[in-house]
Every structure is written in structure tokens, then in C-alpha cells.
């Protein structure tokens, strides 16, 4: 009997320690304040006017270092192709010239494209309730497109991306740094059913290229521009002798339409416009809007757009050749 006694005593002293310990912990994450601020606060889309933001940016805390973090403080480019991000699409791309890319179709397919990427936050200076500060990530992207006008949904090119990012924000400013390796490669598919027997060249298309980019926000409406080089890059083609971009748009963020159990759906428009030395500063267009739907107390967003482009698209086998298109896109950015 004594030591069934016992032995309740010391099963009631743990649940009472193990109950104990649970303010204690969550104390712990309130002074902490990053894990519990930063997470309900999407630095990525600074606007004082969506819940839960005004009351975080009149008390952010100072600047404090933060290992792995989970956000970061610069938006990604809404209407950019060749953005970091997990995204598909169906386009009718019209080829301005004969392309073997259409593998006999004349000068229009339909385009099935891809990506597959994002950033991980290595470290960041960062405020506990607030959005100022830098980050340092890693970035890698894997971009494809397809020929749906085949059968076979031929693969036509793939690019691969990594390299490391700098961002940094103050308020309504905002700014992205990254040196990037990029490569490129026609699709096996095209090569053996169509490319080789029509005479398709090769090219080893990598290289290495730096770009700064610095964006201004209101509540509903952004300003961003920029540009880069080219470091390095194989002999075919070098696009040293001619390195030289410049990337320039705006987007559009309208007020909530509908609140579905805490979340908003609400319209977006993007812009984005380039220019590259080797194309002569030939301008290039990328246009999106549609709607997004997003909970504010997470950083998973969805978003429905029509899309349009004209000019070079931003993929190796594609980059040198004049295309319209116009079709629909699904985003998720995580």
C-alpha cells in the first residue's frame, strides 16, 4: 500500500511539474518574441492596413539575430517569369520568326510551363514584432516548358538557378542582392523526335550573373527597378562582351473582396519590364493579374492570373528568339 502511495505521489508530482512548465515555456516564447511575433507577420507584404500589422509595427522591438528564419522581408516579383517559385501554366506562345521550337507547327504551340523553387533563410538581423532588417538566403529554381501541340508533350528547355540572396528592408524600401549561377538545356524529348533530324543546335548556355533590385511601397500599390551583370559565362554564346540588364514594373494590390473563415481573397495586377544588352535593349513585357487568396496569420498564398508576355522570354533555348503569348497561371508561394 505505501508504495502504491508512492508511486500516485510521484505521478501527481509529474503532471503538476509537467503543467508548471507549460507557462513557463510559453513565457519563454514571448520574450523570445520572434518565433511568436515574426510568425503572424508576412514581411514580404508590408501593409499597415491588413490585421494584426499595426499594432506589431508601433512596438517591433530592436534588431536581433535570428538562425533559419521563416520569412523574409522582400516581396517576390508577382508578374516576373523567371521568379523563384512554385507555379503552372497554359500559354499560346506565337514565335515572331520560324522557330524549330514549334517542331513543325508553324509559328504557334500551346506551352505547358513550370517552375519549381524558393528561397531558405539561412540567418537574419531581425526586429521580434517588426518588419526592418536583412536576411541572408540560399535561392535555387528549376524552370521547364513543354510542347503540348505534340502528342508526346515534348520537354523544350530547362533552366536551373541557385546562388545565394541578401535582402533588406527599412519601412516602405526594400531591396534584393543575388549572384546566381544559371543553365540551360534543350529538352532530350525535342533533340531525339524532332531537334537532331532538323538540323537543331546545342548551345551550352551558363553563367554566372549579379542583380540588384529595389522596391518602394504604399498599401496598395509597389515601385520596384534595378538591374545586373553578367560575371561569367560559357563561349556559347558569351554574353560577356554584352552583360549589362535592367528590370523595372509595378504592382497593384487591391482592398479585400471576400473573408472566408480568415482569409482574404483580393485582386493583384503585376507589370515587369526588361531590357538586356545582348537583345540591343530590345523591351520585354510580362504582364499578370487575376486574384489571390491568403490567410493573414500564414505565409501560403494562392493566386489565379491571366497572363501575357512579349518579347524574349526569360528561359536559355527561348532567350534569343521574339514571342508573344498569352494564357492562364496558378501560383503558390509558400
Known amino acids: 500500500m505505501c508504495g502504491l502511495l508512492a508511486g500516485n505521489n510521484f505521478a501527481v508530482a509529474g503532471i503538476l511539474t509537467a503543467l508548471a512548465l507549460v507557462p513557463s515555456r510559453e513565457v519563454w516564447g514571448a520574450e523570445g518574441g520572434y518565433e511568436t511575433g515574426a510568425a503572424r507577420l508576412d514581411c514580404r507584404y508590408w501593409r499597415a492596413d491588413e490585421p494584426n500589422r499595426s499594432t506589431a509595427m508601433e512596438n517591433p522591438g530592436p534588431l536581433e539575430g535570428v538562425l533559419l528564419p521563416d520569412t523574409d522581408v522582400f516581396r ?136 540588384l533590385l529595389v522596391s518602394f511601397e504604399g498599401k496598395w500599390w509597389r515601385l520596384y527597378g534595378g538591374g545586373g551583370l553578367v560575371l561569367f559565362s560559357n563561349n556559347d554564346p558569351d554574353l560577356t562582351s554584352t552583360p549589362a540588364f535592367v528590370e523595372y514594373g509595378f504592382e497593384l494590390r487591391g482592398t479585400a473582396w471576400i473573408r472566408l473563415r480568415n482569409s482574404i481573397l483580393r485582386p493583384v495586377f503585376g507589370a515587369s519590364f526588361s531590357n538586356f544588352q545582348t537583345t540591343d535593349w530590345t523591351l520585354n513585357v510580362s504582364l499578370g493579374g487575376g486574384l489571390e487568396w491568403a490567410s493573414p496569420n500564414a505565409t501560403h498564398r494562392i493566386r489565379a492570373l ?29
Open 306 to 334: 491571366v497572363v501575357a508576355q512579349r518579347g524574349a522570354l526569360p528561359f536559355g533555348q527561348f532567350f534569343f528568339q521574339k514571342t508573344q503569348n498569352v494564357g492562364f497561371q496558378f501560383q503558390f508561394e509558400l
Open 76 to 211: 517576390p516579383i508577382l508578374a516576373d517569369p523567371g521568379e523563384p517559385r512554385f507555379y503552372g501554366d497554359y500559354r499560346r506562345v506565337h514565335f515572331r520568326a520560324p522557330s524549330l521550337l514549334t517542331e513543325g507547327n508553324g509559328n504557334d504551340i500551346d506551352a505547358g510551363m513550370v517552375g519549381a523553387g524558393g528561397e531558405f533563410g539561412l540567418w537574419g538581423l531581425r526586429q521580434p514584432s517588426g518588419c526592418d532588417g536583412l536576411q541572408v538566403s540560399l535561392f535555387g529554381a528549376v524552370f521547364a516548358q513543354f510542347n503540348l501541340s505534340i502528342s508526346s508533350w515534348d520537354l523544350l528547355n530547362a533552366d536551373y538557378l541557385v546562388g545565394p540572396v541578401l535582402t533588406y528592408r527599412h519601412g516602405p524600401w526594400s531591396g534584393r542582392l543575388r549572384v546566381y549561377h544559371q543553365s540551360s538545356h534543350l529538352g532530350d524529348q525535342f533533340l531525339l523526335n524532332y531537334g537532331l533530324a532538323n538540323g537543331a543546335h546545342r548551345p551550352n548556355l551558363g553563367f554566372e550573373a549579379i542583380d
